[in-house]
Protein backbone atom coordinates (compact mmCIF):
# COMPACT_ATOMS: atom_id res chain seq x y z
CA UNK A 1 0.00 0.00 0.00
CA UNK A 2 1.00 3.80 -0.72
CA UNK A 3 2.72 5.33 2.08
CA UNK A 4 1.50 8.97 1.80
CA UNK A 5 -2.24 9.80 0.69
CA UNK A 6 -2.78 13.08 -0.72
CA UNK A 7 -6.66 14.35 0.43
CA UNK A 8 -8.51 16.30 -1.74
CA UNK A 9 -7.54 14.68 -4.89
CA UNK A 10 -8.93 17.84 -7.17
CA UNK A 11 -9.26 21.18 -5.97
CA UNK A 12 -10.68 24.26 -7.21
CA UNK A 13 -10.46 27.45 -5.91
CA UNK A 14 -10.64 31.39 -6.44
CA UNK A 15 -7.61 33.54 -7.30
CA UNK A 16 -7.26 35.34 -3.38
CA UNK A 17 -8.04 32.71 -2.13
CA UNK A 18 -6.32 29.86 0.44
CA UNK A 19 -5.61 26.30 -0.93
CA UNK A 20 -4.83 23.08 1.96
CA UNK A 21 -3.79 19.92 1.11
CA UNK A 22 -3.17 16.92 3.53
CA UNK A 23 -1.50 14.59 3.42
CA UNK A 24 -1.39 11.04 5.30
CA UNK A 25 1.47 8.80 6.09
CA UNK A 26 2.12 5.28 7.63
CA UNK A 27 5.45 4.37 8.51
CA UNK A 28 8.06 6.64 11.01
CA UNK A 29 9.61 9.13 8.94
CA UNK A 30 12.77 11.29 9.04
CA UNK A 31 10.99 14.12 7.00
CA UNK A 32 8.22 14.57 4.94
CA UNK A 33 8.43 16.86 1.69
CA UNK A 34 6.15 18.66 -0.79
CA UNK A 35 6.60 18.94 -4.29
CA UNK A 36 4.53 20.20 -7.45
CA UNK A 37 4.13 19.25 -10.77
CA UNK A 38 2.73 21.04 -13.72
CA UNK A 39 1.61 18.91 -16.32
CA UNK A 40 3.05 16.69 -18.24
CA UNK A 41 6.10 17.64 -16.50
CA UNK A 42 8.96 16.57 -13.30
CA UNK A 43 8.31 17.75 -10.10
CA UNK A 44 9.97 20.37 -8.56
CA UNK A 45 11.22 20.32 -4.50
CA UNK A 46 8.91 22.84 -2.33
CA UNK A 47 9.33 22.61 0.85
CA UNK A 48 10.91 20.02 3.39
CA UNK A 49 9.91 19.38 7.37
CA UNK A 50 11.75 17.01 9.62
CA UNK A 51 10.24 14.52 12.02
CA UNK A 52 11.25 16.94 15.25
CA UNK A 53 9.54 20.22 13.51
CA UNK A 54 5.92 21.03 13.71
CA UNK A 55 5.87 23.65 11.16
CA UNK A 56 7.81 25.11 8.43
CA UNK A 57 7.43 28.03 6.41
CA UNK A 58 8.41 29.67 2.99
CA UNK A 59 7.29 32.41 1.54
CA UNK A 60 3.33 32.01 0.33
CA UNK A 61 3.69 28.00 1.78
CA UNK A 62 3.17 27.04 5.27
CA UNK A 63 3.60 23.31 6.09
CA UNK A 64 2.91 21.19 9.41
CA UNK A 65 3.75 18.04 10.17
CA UNK A 66 1.73 15.67 13.54
CA UNK A 67 3.65 12.75 13.76
CA UNK A 68 1.52 11.42 16.18
CA UNK A 69 -1.15 11.75 13.67
CA UNK A 70 1.00 10.88 10.75
CA UNK A 71 -0.33 13.57 8.79
CA UNK A 72 1.04 16.67 7.12
CA UNK A 73 -0.44 19.82 5.60
CA UNK A 74 0.48 22.14 2.64
CA UNK A 75 -1.16 25.86 2.83
CA UNK A 76 -0.86 28.04 -0.10
CA UNK A 77 -2.18 31.51 1.17
CA UNK A 78 -3.44 34.03 -1.20
CA UNK A 79 -3.16 31.43 -4.41
CA UNK A 80 -2.95 32.21 -7.75
CA UNK A 81 -3.47 31.05 -11.48
CA UNK A 82 0.14 30.36 -11.59
CA UNK A 83 -0.13 27.92 -8.80
CA UNK A 84 -2.40 25.58 -11.02
CA UNK A 85 -0.35 22.31 -10.71
CA UNK A 86 -0.86 18.80 -8.70
CA UNK A 87 0.97 19.04 -5.47
CA UNK A 88 3.04 15.57 -3.92
CA UNK A 89 3.62 14.47 -0.45
CA UNK A 90 6.76 12.18 -0.49
CA UNK A 91 8.06 10.65 2.95
CA UNK A 92 11.61 10.36 3.60
CA UNK A 93 11.29 6.84 6.00
CA UNK A 94 13.11 5.89 8.67
CA UNK A 95 13.82 2.44 7.15
CA UNK A 96 17.48 3.32 5.58
CA UNK A 97 16.10 2.78 1.96
CA UNK A 98 17.11 6.17 0.43
CA UNK A 99 14.62 6.40 -1.89
CA UNK A 100 10.84 8.25 -0.95
CA UNK A 101 7.47 7.24 -1.18
CA UNK A 102 5.02 9.31 -2.83
CA UNK A 103 1.09 9.50 -2.89
CA UNK A 104 -1.12 10.14 -5.97
CA UNK A 105 -1.32 13.83 -5.46
CA UNK A 106 -3.88 16.57 -5.31
CA UNK A 107 -4.36 18.66 -8.37
CA UNK A 108 -5.21 22.37 -7.70
CA UNK A 109 -6.92 24.55 -9.95
CA UNK A 110 -6.81 28.27 -9.11
CA UNK A 111 -9.47 30.25 -10.99
CA UNK A 112 -8.23 33.90 -12.26
CA UNK B 1 16.04 23.06 -17.73
CA UNK B 2 16.38 21.35 -13.78
CA UNK B 3 19.92 20.20 -14.07
CA UNK B 4 18.51 16.66 -15.11
CA UNK B 5 18.25 16.30 -18.31
CA UNK B 6 15.71 13.14 -20.00
CA UNK B 7 15.54 12.29 -23.86
CA UNK B 8 14.05 11.63 -25.55
CA UNK B 9 10.53 13.90 -24.18
CA UNK B 10 8.19 11.40 -26.32
CA UNK B 11 8.49 7.99 -27.64
CA UNK B 12 5.81 5.82 -29.25
CA UNK B 13 6.35 1.92 -29.42
CA UNK B 14 4.88 -0.92 -30.88
CA UNK B 15 5.04 -4.21 -28.65
CA UNK B 16 8.25 -6.07 -30.37
CA UNK B 17 10.33 -3.06 -30.39
CA UNK B 18 13.50 -2.21 -28.37
CA UNK B 19 13.88 1.31 -26.73
CA UNK B 20 16.04 2.79 -24.77
CA UNK B 21 15.22 6.06 -22.70
CA UNK B 22 18.37 7.93 -21.30
CA UNK B 23 18.60 10.79 -17.85
CA UNK B 24 21.87 12.52 -17.54
CA UNK B 25 22.34 14.34 -14.75
CA UNK B 26 24.76 17.86 -14.05
CA UNK B 27 24.76 18.26 -10.51
CA UNK B 28 27.05 15.88 -9.18
CA UNK B 29 24.59 13.65 -7.03
CA UNK B 30 25.70 10.85 -5.75
CA UNK B 31 21.89 8.87 -6.66
CA UNK B 32 20.11 8.47 -9.31
CA UNK B 33 16.74 7.08 -9.85
CA UNK B 34 13.62 5.61 -12.19
CA UNK B 35 10.13 6.69 -11.36
CA UNK B 36 7.01 5.41 -13.45
CA UNK B 37 3.72 7.80 -13.20
CA UNK B 38 0.42 6.87 -14.71
CA UNK B 39 -3.15 8.51 -14.59
CA UNK B 40 -4.38 8.86 -10.86
CA UNK B 41 -1.62 6.67 -9.43
CA UNK B 42 0.91 7.88 -6.86
CA UNK B 43 4.30 7.33 -7.91
CA UNK B 44 6.05 4.62 -8.55
CA UNK B 45 9.68 3.75 -7.71
CA UNK B 46 11.52 0.88 -10.33
CA UNK B 47 14.84 1.67 -9.51
CA UNK B 48 17.72 3.12 -7.20
CA UNK B 49 21.00 3.58 -8.09
CA UNK B 50 22.95 5.16 -4.81
CA UNK B 51 26.50 5.26 -3.89
CA UNK B 52 27.21 2.17 -6.20
CA UNK B 53 24.75 0.10 -5.23
CA UNK B 54 21.29 -0.87 -7.33
CA UNK B 55 17.93 -1.16 -5.39
CA UNK B 56 14.91 -2.21 -7.43
CA UNK B 57 11.60 -2.56 -6.60
CA UNK B 58 10.86 -6.29 -7.14
CA UNK B 59 7.05 -5.87 -8.57
CA UNK B 60 9.03 -4.30 -11.89
CA UNK B 61 8.83 -6.44 -14.57
CA UNK B 62 11.98 -7.69 -16.55
CA UNK B 63 11.08 -6.05 -20.03
CA UNK B 64 12.31 -3.15 -17.63
CA UNK B 65 16.19 -3.31 -17.60
CA UNK B 66 17.99 -0.40 -15.79
CA UNK B 67 21.90 0.99 -16.89
CA UNK B 68 23.76 3.25 -14.90
CA UNK B 69 27.00 3.31 -16.51
CA UNK B 70 28.48 6.39 -14.26
CA UNK B 71 27.19 8.49 -11.95
CA UNK B 72 26.13 10.82 -13.96
CA UNK B 73 24.08 8.79 -16.85
CA UNK B 74 20.96 6.65 -16.38
CA UNK B 75 19.53 4.30 -18.96
CA UNK B 76 15.97 2.44 -18.61
CA UNK B 77 15.77 -0.27 -21.64
CA UNK B 78 12.79 -1.11 -22.90
CA UNK B 79 11.85 -4.55 -24.52
CA UNK B 80 8.38 -6.33 -25.59
CA UNK B 81 6.65 -3.36 -23.71
CA UNK B 82 2.79 -4.22 -23.24
CA UNK B 83 0.15 -0.77 -23.21
CA UNK B 84 -0.18 -0.47 -19.98
CA UNK B 85 3.38 0.50 -19.84
CA UNK B 86 2.37 3.43 -21.59
CA UNK B 87 3.32 6.41 -18.99
CA UNK B 88 5.67 8.81 -18.08
CA UNK B 89 8.78 8.06 -16.74
CA UNK B 90 10.78 10.36 -14.77
CA UNK B 91 14.17 10.65 -13.32
CA UNK B 92 15.57 11.84 -10.77
CA UNK B 93 18.73 12.61 -8.99
CA UNK B 94 19.74 13.86 -5.26
CA UNK B 95 23.03 13.86 -2.79
CA UNK B 96 22.43 11.38 -0.54
CA UNK B 97 24.31 12.12 2.75
CA UNK B 98 24.25 9.25 5.13
CA UNK B 99 20.58 8.38 6.99
CA UNK B 100 20.45 11.27 8.87
CA UNK B 101 21.07 13.64 5.88
CA UNK B 102 17.63 14.54 3.59
CA UNK B 103 17.46 13.60 0.57
CA UNK B 104 16.04 16.03 -1.76
CA UNK B 105 15.34 15.06 -5.17
CA UNK B 106 15.87 16.87 -8.80
CA UNK B 107 13.40 15.56 -11.46
CA UNK B 108 13.78 15.49 -15.16
CA UNK B 109 10.91 16.76 -17.67
CA UNK B 110 9.85 13.06 -18.58
CA UNK B 111 9.90 10.49 -20.95
CA UNK B 112 5.82 10.65 -22.22
CA UNK B 113 5.87 6.77 -23.52
CA UNK B 114 3.02 5.18 -25.53
CA UNK B 115 3.26 1.54 -26.06
CA UNK B 116 0.61 0.69 -29.52
Known amino acids: SQQGEEDPQALSIQEGENATMNCSYK?????LQWYRQNSGRGLVHLIL?????REKHSGRLRVTLDTSKKSSSLLITASRAADTASYFC????????????FGSGTRLQVQP | ETGVTQTPRHLVMGMTNKKSLKCEQH?????MYWYKQSAKKPLELMFV???????ENNSVPSRFSPECPNSSHLFLHLHTLQPEDSALYLC???????????????FGAGSRLTVL
Open chain 2, 92 to 106: ASSQVAGNSGANVLT
Open chain 1, 27 to 31: TSINN
Open chain 1, 49 to 53: IRSNE
Open chain 1, 90 to 101: ATDADTGRRALT
Open chain 2, 27 to 31: LGHNA
Open chain 2, 49 to 55: YSLEERV
